[in-house]
């Protein structure tokens, strides 16, 4: 078997996204990050993170992530509703007599206690979910799980980052469907973005969406064209037309759609789709390493 | 006593919103003078959090009755906190419906919806 060697001397941090969930965003992350000779693996999809369903991670380590929310001292509050009126999520509320806190709606900003002239409010820690890293064969994997009913994935997704590749290594992030809050985090540290479309006008739409996304955060970027059929492909036109390099093609295929929905890893069954996914890491690396002669 | 209900227009014979968060206004009716005042809504332009604040709107206007197609957990809390009395209104204008509930025709509102909370967007 070759091994993936291209990564000596690039440190690379590979986001993968799309405009919608069901693309092949997992599907390109898992394969490619065992396909490469070591990775990491990260799982930034909190509210529905299904990476580790593939990779079946052994020697689990978890801990619970926590965000500051504030909690009132009635007999120090005199109703004064600063925070109230501060409050741009509108997490507070007063009835006249009392304050109410509403700790889903938070954000965490921790203006409130700030400004409060009373020191009426203090922050207290809330777990809002948890990661949980473990090791599947080459790949070391981090997955991040929002607990439900919470606001806001972005403390699990920052820390899950701290976890990437230190120095030489690959680590390649399985980002959040859509262009929100989340999907921005994820890409926030990435050196290249993978934007995995489908071969539909509503692919484009959603392709649309993250291209836009990847452009306004100055990331470089390739496609990745999955479910490919013999007939016309709209987002490998889309790609012409905008001049986005197409890093690869994955063809909508019985056997990989069978393996998938067994949660088995293409790259670790089957030399043909072993070699596929090395093709697409070095492709990238290729691509990473031209934007850095770009820059430089 | 006042009663506060989410209104579409700044009239009485404009419709009850079906919305109470992101109604555009509100018309707070004062049994007492029988004046009616129109409150602006300034909570329906709120990012996230916008029943808390049209809550705190009906609050802060002193009103006793809140009378509303439905209303979000959220909100329901901070109106329920603040000892105003819900009921339910029925698809009509403003003064049918205040017209029904002083004729004791308005039922409570019992359900309590769980929100919309992050439908508008992130």
Redesign the interface.
């Known amino acids: 078997m070759q091994a993936f060697t291209a990564t000596e001397g690039i440190n690379m941090k590979i986001a993968v996204l799309s405009g919608k969930g069901g693309t092949g965003k997992t599907l390109v992350s898992v394969n490619m990050a065992a396909a490469a000779e070591q990775a990491v693996y990260i799982d930034c999809d909190v509210e529905e993170p299904n990476g580790h369903l593939f990779f079946k991670p052994e020697a689990i380590a978890q801990e619970n992530i926590s965000i500051k929310i504030p909690v009132v001292d009635p007999a120090r509050c005199n109703g004064c509703r600063k925070c ?1 009126d501060f ?12 304050l ?1 806190i ?1 700790s ?2 938070c954000h965490s900003c921790g203006g409130c206690a700030l400004l409060c002239p009373e020191k009426a409010l203090t922050e207290k820690d809330k777990v809002v979910g948890e990661i949980r890293r473990g090791v599947s064969q080459n790949v070391r994997v981090v997955s991040g799980i929002l607990n439900p009913g919470e ?1 806001s994935g972005i403390p699990i997704i920052k820390k899950e980052l701290s976890y990437a590749a230190e120095g030489d290594g690959l680590t390649v992030i399985d980002c959040p469907p859509g262009s ?3 999907a921005m985090e994820s890409i926030r540290e990435a050196d290249y973005c993978i934007l995995v479309a489908e071969p539909t006008l509503f692919g484009v739409h959603n392709l649309g969406m993250v291209h836009e996304l990847v452009r306004l955060f100055g990331k470089p970027y390739g496609v990745v064209l999955n479910k490919c059929l013999e007939e016309e492909n709209p987002s490998e036109k889309y790609c012409v037309d905008q001049g986005i390099p197409i890093l690869g093609k994955i063809p909508f295929d019985k056997e990989i759609g069978r393996l998938n929905a067994d949660a088995l890893i293409l790259a670790r069954e089957k030399e043909v789709y072993r070699d596929m996914f090395f093709s697409l890491l070095h492709r990238t690396s290729k691509e990473v390493g031209h934007e850095a002669a770009i820059d430089s | 006593m006042k009663i506060a209900v989410p209104a579409d227009d700044r009239s009485m014979e404009s419709n009850v919103c079906i919305s109470f968060g992101r109604t555009p206004y509100f018309l707070i009716y004062d049994t007492e003078t029988g004046e009616s005042a129109f409150l602006e809504n300034t909570a329906a332009e709120k990012h996230c959090g916008a029943g808390i604040a049209a809550a705190q709107t009906v609050v802060d206007s002193g009103a006793a009755v809140l009378l509303t197609p439905r209303c979000g957990e959220n909100a329901a809390e901070v109106i329920q906190a603040a000892n105003i009395k819900l009921f339910k209104t029925f698809n009509g204008s403003l003064q049918d419906n205040l017209d029904a509930y002083q004729e004791g025709k308005l039922p409570v509102l019992q359900e309590i919806h769980a929100g919309l909370h992050g439908h508008g967007g992130n």
């Open positions: 109230v409050c741009k999520f509108n997490a507070l509320a007063h009835t006249g007599q009392k109410i509403f889903e709606v606001a929100a809050c989340i």
